[in-house]
């Protein structure tokens, strides 16, 4: 295992002052998964009707294998795009029919050379970042699991040697065979794979408290964040994905619900936006009925 650097040489009694609020000129690079139906340059508009500096998307269909190629002009116009409306940043999220950790020859190879695709047209675009859902495995261990996924891994970056775009592994519910339900999954990931620049972490508040990680007090999110730090580092924390949980704790439950509405409360999303301003934040959150700014509005509220 890598040796991670800090908290936990520090005094137990002195853990709640690690994670204090960073002082920043900036915005709270806060935002929402929005949509490319119709053309990616839509993904821009509702980022700026929604007034935000980040957003999410999928850069293909995210429901089919078939690749999506985009041209050096559609991401320069893409980027361009972003500039004029402000936004900071865009990042991807990736098909949820990868699954590196299969043992599946076919699957694997398929979610390698998917993975690979998704990452180049992330080039193109200037986007720094792809989320991914690590993968499954029922037939064998979840150490063997891992090991796949990083082996997998290794060979995505031997194929996409030229880009710099990073993969964030996402923590999940940790819903039956899936890998990232405890983080030291994603740190054991991190440990195997060769080229390590080319990882990080994003973290989604409803697939932690689902996976029993107790983050509804300001003391549990910081011994939830002692924890994340001690498996990746929280160096490696690129992102976060912001959602209300509505099953309970510890129930592998993965359905994402309105901030405020669900069983978390909104303690953990505060600690989030005044200690993590320069991390990206997305919703994925339901959309009906104009939630998504209702959620912006009330995330903004919480900034001290």
Same mark, same amino acid.
Request: hydrophobic share 35%; aromatic share 6%.
């Given at each position: 295992?890598?040796?991670?650097?800090?908290?936990?040489?520090?005094?137990? /009694?002195?853990?709640?002052?690690?994670?204090?609020?960073?002082?920043?000129? %900036?915005?709270?690079?806060?935002? &929402?998964?929005?949509?490319?139906?119709?053309?990616?340059?839509? #993904?821009?508009?509702?980022?700026?009707?929604?007034?935000?500096?980040?957003?999410?998307?999928?850069? /293909?269909?995210? +429901?089919? $294998?078939?690749?999506?190629? %985009?041209?050096?002009?559609?991401?320069?116009?893409? /980027?361009? !795009?972003?500039?004029? *409306?402000?936004?900071?940043?865009?990042?991807?999220?990736?098909? %949820?029919?990868?699954?590196? #950790?299969?043992?599946? !020859?076919?699957?694997? *190879?398929?979610?390698?050379?998917?993975?690979?695709?998704? @990452?180049?047209?992330?080039?193109?675009?200037?986007?720094? %970042?792809? &989320?991914?859902?690590?993968?499954?495995?029922? @037939?064998?261990?979840?150490?063997?699991?891992?090991?796949?996924?990083? +082996?997998?891994?290794?060979?995505?970056?031997?194929?996409?040697?030229?880009?710099?775009?990073? &993969?964030?592994?996402? *923590?999940?519910?940790?819903?039956?065979?899936?890998?990232?339900?405890?983080?030291?999954?994603?740190?054991?990931?991190?440990?195997?794979?060769?080229?390590?620049?080319?990882?990080?972490?994003?973290? !989604?508040?409803?697939?932690?408290?689902?996976?029993?990680?107790?983050?509804?007090?300001?003391?549990?999110?910081?011994?939830?964040? #002692?924890? @994340?730090?001690?498996?990746?580092?929280?160096?490696?924390?690129?992102?976060?994905?912001?959602?209300?949980?509505?099953?309970?704790?510890?129930?592998?439950?993965?359905?994402?619900?309105?901030?405020?509405?669900?069983?978390?409360?909104?303690?953990?999303?505060?600690?989030?936006?005044?200690?993590?301003? #320069?991390?990206?934040?997305?919703?994925?959150?339901? /959309?009906?009925? !104009? $939630?998504?700014?209702?959620?912006?509005?009330?995330?903004?509220?919480?900034?001290?």
């Amino acid at each position: 295992m890598i040796k991670r650097k800090g908290i936990y040489n520090i005094p137990e /009694k002195c853990k709640k002052h690690l994670f204090l609020k960073i002082k920043s000129t %900036y915005k709270m690079l806060l935002g &929402v998964h929005c949509s490319i139906s119709g053309g990616i340059e839509n #993904a821009i508009i509702e980022a700026a009707g929604l007034k935000t500096d980040v957003l999410q998307i999928f850069t /293909k269909n995210q +429901r089919a $294998w078939k690749e999506k190629e %985009y041209s050096e002009a559609e991401g320069n116009a893409f /980027k361009k !795009d972003m500039g004029d *409306n402000s936004i900071k940043m865009c990042f991807s999220h990736t098909t %949820y029919l990868l699954n590196l #950790a299969s043992s599946d !020859d076919e699957l694997r *190879n398929k979610s390698i050379k998917g993975l690979a695709a998704e @990452l180049t047209r992330c080039h193109v675009l200037g986007l720094p %970042y792809a &989320v991914l859902h690590p993968g499954s495995n029922k @037939l064998v261990s979840k150490d063997e699991a891992i090991s796949i996924i990083a +082996r997998s891994l290794n060979e995505v970056f031997e194929l996409t040697g030229g880009i710099d775009t990073k &993969v964030l592994l996402e *923590n999940t519910a940790g819903q039956g065979s899936t890998i990232g339900g405890e983080f030291e999954h994603l740190g054991d990931i991190m440990d195997q794979v060769e080229r390590k620049s080319r990882l990080g972490v994003c973290c !989604d508040t409803c697939h932690a408290f689902a996976a029993g990680h107790d983050i509804r007090t300001q003391d549990s999110f910081e011994d939830t964040m #002692a924890r @994340l730090h001690k498996a990746v580092d929280l160096d490696n924390l690129l992102a976060f994905h912001l959602n209300d949980s509505k099953g309970e704790l510890g129930k592998h439950l993965d359905r994402h619900e309105n901030i405020g509405q669900g069983l978390i409360g909104p303690e953990p999303f505060r600690q989030i936006i005044n200690r993590f301003p #320069a991390k990206p934040k997305v919703l994925e959150t339901p /959309k009906k009925e !104009d $939630w998504d700014a209702k959620n912006l509005n009330f995330l903004r509220s919480l900034l001290d």
